[in-house]
Structures are given as C-alpha cells and as structure tokens.
C-alpha cells in the first residue's frame, strides 16, 4: 500500500539543517518528534544522534553530529560529513513548525496505513458475527491514531 511509504524527504531535510544551525530548533524538534516521524533511514540515524547529544547537554552542530555518527558506525551510511554539511545549507529557520506539521502527517499516514492492513489481515469469520462490536472496537482503534 503505498500510504504505508508516505513521507516527505524535504521536510526531514529541512528539519534536521534546522536541527543543525540553531539549538533552539533542537529543544523545539526533540520534543515533538520521534525517530519514528523519520522514514529515512539516514535522517533516523541523525535525528537519534542529534537527540542523544541533546539529552546529554551538549553541543549540537555538525562537528559534534559527525563525530557521533562516526562513533555510532552510521558516518558512512548516512551519507558521510558532504550530506550533514547539505542538511544545513538553504534551510529556512522560520518554517521548522511547517516542516515539523508536514512530518506528523506524514507519520500519521504510515500508522493509518498499518492499521487498515491490520484489519484485511485480521477480517474473518469471527469478526463477521458480531458486526455492531467489531465496528466499534475498530473506531476504538482508530481514534487512538
């Protein structure tokens, strides 16, 4: 299904160069999104590096983050020190909230996405006998999303 692969590379992008130049971006982001709203890979990794040293108190900028990465083995697979330094280039600092919307959405799509081929994988006989009580512990379900 392709909602299952929603999500918007440019707005993890412009997240994480946010994240990068500005460390109240950091403060803001790190306690609003989770590894989850990033369905790169890549970008998961930099967000779990850029909170780690969040966490930590410490400084958060692409020094600091390449030097994590290297220590976490995930340097090259991200895209090396060039695709950090690309993060942080062209990045309106202003439109972090818009980007941070566009990611929740997003995630928000792959977990509704989940959920609906939960339900084709799990329909059966069973669930056909009690119509009335399967369509309200589905809409139980799916308010909790």
Known sequence: ?????????????????????DSRNVSHCATILSINDFYVQANRNIFECIKELYENH????????????????????????????????????????????????????????????????NFDAESQNDTHKYLNDLEEQILQI
Do not use: P
Not at 8 to 17: C, F, K, P
């Open 1 to 21: 299904m392709a909602l299952n692969r929603a999500y918007s590379e440019q707005a993890e992008r412009a997240v994480l160069g946010s994240m990068l130049l």
């Open 58 to 121: 410490e400084a958060v900028d692409v020094t600091s983050v390449t030097n994590k990465l290297q220590e976490k083995g995930y340097l090259d697979s991200v895209g090396g020190v060039s695709y950090l330094v690309e993060l942080s280039e062209g990045v309106t600092l202003s439109n972090v909230s818009y980007y941070i919307e566009i990611m929740k959405d997003k995630t928000n799509l792959r977990v509704l996405a989940e959920f609906l081929e939960n339900v084709v994988e």
